[in-house]
């Protein structure tokens, strides 16, 4: 493969261990020599699988996983842009937040989270990752003279459900 045809792939996900299902995508990129980063919008830190620690501990070994899944996947860089576990919710200065890192790595190619998954922290991640790439076009709000537009593939998870959470029907009634 030349150089023209290698590819940046950012993985944009929520919490460190979110983008398990995406893991093999970004390994087969990454080891035909695309650059991937691996980008997580916060730390994980309200995680209650690590009761013991205070959220800076939490902070710094979720921090530590991320940085170890992407050695594995062979990532050339992760990213944590920190804007707090339970905070995400789509604003105009988050989507700065993401937009800056578009401009900073010019991805060809994200990948994250549908724009229908019930946890509110992922389901606006994905819309980050969607709104990010209009934002990091525009060098006014950029504040550079150096915008990334070019175009931007979004790979997002398919989740057939409804944010409602509305259990389905269902006719147990049987014909005899």
Same mark, same amino acid.
């Given at each position: 493969m030349t150089d023209e045809d290698k590819k940046t792939i950012i993985s944009l996900f929520a919490h460190p261990d979110d983008e398990l299902g995406a893991i093999?995508? $970004?390994? &087969?990129? *990454? *080891?035909r020599g695309d650059r991937v980063i691996m980008a997580w919008t916060t730390c994980g830190e309200l995680t209650t699988l $690590?009761?013991?620690?205070? =959220?800076?501990? !939490?902070? %710094?070994?979720?921090?530590?996983?991320?940085?170890? !899944? +992407? /050695? =594995? @996947?062979? +990532?050339? /860089?992760? $990213?944590?842009?920190?804007?707090?576990d339970g905070y995400i919710e789509n604003t105009r200065d988050q989507r700065i937040s993401v937009a800056k890192m578009y @401009? %900073?790595? %010019?991805?060809d190619a994200v990948v994250t989270w549908g724009l229908n998954n019930s946890h509110s922290d992922h389901r606006n991640t994905g819309y980050l990752a969607v709104e990010a790439v209009k934002f +990091?076009? !525009? &060098?006014? =709000?950029?504040e550079t003279d150096e915008p990334h537009r070019n175009n931007v593939t979004l790979l997002q998870y398919f989740e057939n459900v409804s944010l409602s959470r509305t259990p389905a029907l269902k006719n147990d009634c049987q014909p005899h």
């Open positions: 093999g995508t $970004l390994a &087969n990129h *990454a *080891a $690590l009761p013991e620690m205070t =959220i800076e501990q !939490i902070k %710094k070994e979720r921090m530590r996983h991320g940085e170890e !899944i +992407a /050695k =594995i @996947v062979g +990532a050339k /860089k992760s $990213l944590f842009i920190d804007l707090g @401009v %900073k790595e %010019k991805p +990091a076009r !525009i &060098n006014r =709000i950029m």
